[in-house]
């Protein structure tokens, strides 16, 4: 019998250090310049009449493992021969531990060739074949420029040929690649949107459709996950100088298409942790209980009250540490860029790869409901006046709701501290001994000088970013501050990296043993 062959030379292929023992594959996802793993998609040949054990290692550098529901709920996908169609592993030959870690599950390939993926794949070709089948009258085909390797990136106008639309929506996917999920539910989105009811004819005359489907193309063709790959993720790369060229050619297209279009929202569709159900996280740049947080609580909860019954999205189901995700480049976010350039809502949608929140496995068909469920909630709520409205706030996870501040532009981790605000001032006021909080000044003109004075002392970190247009062009480097009691530091705020710049402040407190003030001066 030949030798058992692994390899994962083909788009959208991935895997690292594979070796056979016997029938059993030991294997890791690769990270591919990125700090965690996650995707793998790889094929088998010569397995046929036999039973292979495949044991995924490494998983302690897999993004999430051990947050939510850690890695139990995974139910990876194969295909047993080339023109077979994928379907999930069966559950019954799963084998999960927490501690230790481990994560093996079994296949019995009938095909010389069986292939195996983290999730069911979703490559350009499959995106191409999509759109081929939506109706040639509502799709617009234009390049948006080349990818980083050179490949053509496009972006899809969606519109009917019926009406004459005053706003433009936008959808963008896969910011990382490895999130596949995204992409059936926007097929869902679009097959509903194009299907010429009255209700999506209502919703497309007042609105046309902007869809970038692969955002980063190059890491989906080439079978990388790409989150947080360096030297910028994707979704923290939305700067007044964008890395990325697909995202300058996002800015570009939005640049041209709006000086026919108003703007009216944006929808950006993610995939969580691998044990992770379906949520909305919340936009970070919206102050609590102001007219667009409330539009955006109220347009999430109508689109859970559209997926009862039919599919499973709960806003209950956000990651309990939400508030806290990421850091320093959070301002780089996508909804960050659409708030500060077009001042609209975007809507990040995350959509679970494996089982839902009842711990249902999920199918293709569970993504397309969520989108067309989608699909009805913005035809159906999208230009309703009452999304202005208070919110329902027993339906909103109390953990998802930041910690007001009426000027201040930001503030997460908090923790054991009261915090309040002015225009000029922000006061950290220590409940309990173990504390934290990360507070960011609002943006200021070059030279501004901001003074720090605490009762205590105590131990900060202070670094400076730079905006132009409200968008993010650099931060400083963070710098250690000993704050001696009773004794006032001043921060002058340095020259900015380029012409026309405002900048922030942002201090990260831990542990205060009483009060710190922060006030502006004159430098």
Avoid at 22 to 51: C, K, M, V
Avoid at 319 to 326: I, K, S, Y
Avoid at 416 to 434: H, R
């Amino acid at each position: 019998m030949p030798n058992l062959h692994v390899d994962a030379n083909f788009p959208g292929g991935g895997v690292d250090h594979p070796r056979w023992e016997g029938n059993t594959l030991y294997f890791e996802a690769p990270l591919d310049h990125s700090p965690q793993s996650l995707w793998f998609y790889f094929r088998i040949r010569n397995g046929q009449g036999q039973r292979l054990t495949l044991v995924q290692k490494g998983l302690e550098r897999v993004l999430g493992v051990r947050e939510s529901r850690g890695y139990q709920p995974v139910v990876p996908v194969w295909r047993d021969g080339e023109e077979a169609a994928w379907q999930r592993v069966d559950e019954s030959a799963i084998a999960y531990t927490q501690e230790p870690l481990a994560f093996q599950f079994e296949i019995a390939p009938t095909q010389p060739v069986c292939y195996v993926a983290f999730c069911f794949p979703y490559l350009l070709r499959d995106w191409e074949a999509f759109a081929a089948t939506l109706p040639r009258e509502y799709v617009y085909c234009a390049q948006a420029g080349l990818t980083k390797a050179g490949r053509p990136f496009n972006r899809y106008l969606i519109r009917s040929p019926r009406h004459k639309p005053e706003h433009l929506l936008v959808v963008t996917a896969r910011q990382h690649a490895g999130e596949v999920s995204g992409s059936y539910v926007l097929e869902g989105l679009l097959r509903r949107l194009t299907d010429g009811s009255p209700e999506m004819e209502s919703l497309l005359a007042k609105a046309a459709l902007c869809v970038f489907p692969l955002m980063d193309l190059d890491c989906v063709q080439e079978g990388r996950y790409g989150k947080d790959q360096a030297p910028y993720d994707f979704n923290r790369d939305w700067r007044y100088e964008p890395f990325h060229p697909e995202i300058a050619g996002v800015y570009s297209q939005l640049e041209e298409l709006c000086a026919q279009y108003r703007l009216w929202w944006a929808f950006d569709l993610h995939a969580p942790q691998p044990g992770g159900a379906s949520y909305m996280p919340p936009s970070r740049c919206l102050k609590t209980d102001s007219p667009d947080w409330r539009k955006m609580w109220n347009l999430a909860i109508r689109y859970e009250d559209a997926c009862a019954g039919r599919a499973s999205f709960h806003l209950k189901d956000v990651d309990t540490q939400v508030l806290n995700w990421g850091g320093m480049n959070n301002d780089g976010l996508t909804s960050f860029y659409f708030y500060a350039r077009w001042h609209c809502n975007n809507l990040g949608l995350e959509y679970s790869y494996h089982r839902d929140g009842e711990g249902r496995v999920l199918r293709v068909e569970d993504w397309h409901t969520l989108g067309c469920a989608l699909a009805e909630t913005l035809a159906d709520k999208l230009f309703d006046p009452a999304l202005g409205e208070a919110p329902d706030r027993e339906r909103i996870p109390a953990w998802a709701v930041d910690a007001p501040l009426q000027y201040w532009k930001s503030v997460r981790q908090v923790h054991g501290l009261q915090i309040t605000d002015t225009e000029t001032t922000a006061v950290m006021t220590a409940q309990a001994g173990e504390n934290s909080a990360w507070i960011t000044s609002p943006q200021r003109e070059a030279g501004t000088a901001w003074q720090l004075t605490a009762d205590r002392d105590t131990e900060l970190t202070l670094y400076a970013s730079y905006y132009r247009e409200g968008l993010l062009v650099s931060h400083g480097k963070p710098e250690a501050l000993h704050l001696a009691a009773g004794e006032p530091y001043v921060w002058q705020l340095p020259q900015a990296p380029i012409s026309q710049c405002q900048g922030t402040l942002s201090v990260i407190a831990r542990d205060l043993g009483g009060t710190l003030r922060i006030c502006a001066v004159e430098a």
